[in-house]
Structures are given as C-alpha cells and as structure tokens.
C-alpha cells in the first residue's frame, strides 16, 4: 500500500502558493460540520435513514484562522475560499445521496 500512496502523491498536481492555504484549511475543516439525519421512504415500505453533510461552523473557521495566524487583510479571502469549496463538497454529496435514495426507492 505504501508504494501506491506514493505513487499517487508523486502525480498529484502541485497547487500555487495562493491556493495552498485554503485548500489545507478546508481538508483541516472538512469533518468539522454538523450531519444532519433523515429517515425517507414510503408509508408502509422501505425506510431508510440518511446523513447529509451541512457547512463549516463560522466558529470552526475562525478559529482555523486564529491558530494558523492568517492575518485580518487575508481572513476575507480565505474564508471565502473554504465556503467556495465546502458548498462545491456539498452539493456533491447532497447529489450523491438523493441519487442513491431514488435508486433505492426504485429497488
């Protein structure tokens, strides 16, 4: 396993410096979001229960920033950058899940 991982690190795209930054911020903020829990299905037939991803806390990202040292003229850029990204991750997700529930209902 460890000869794959390099490999895959070895062709992974190098990011400009600018995007360095929010792109670590965001992976370091990804699993700190809320899930919210759903159960779908139909009246007297299959039921399923279902976990869809909600945004980055304001107070998540601001404490990124407080202990990265990401300065008061950068904090607009960077934060705007993170939501970009978190709202891209979600609807994603949010479209993977309502997928597989139309399929499931199908089933």
Known sequence: MPAIREAILASKPALPPSLERPWR???DLQHDRAWLTDLVG??????RGVSRPG????QALARWCEANAVSEDDRPWIEDQIRAMDSVFMAYRNRRITEDIEQFMKG
């Open 55 to 58: 945004g980055i806390s304001w």
């Open 42 to 47: 139909a009246a007297i037939g299959k039921i």
């Open 25 to 27: 911020g965001w992976h």
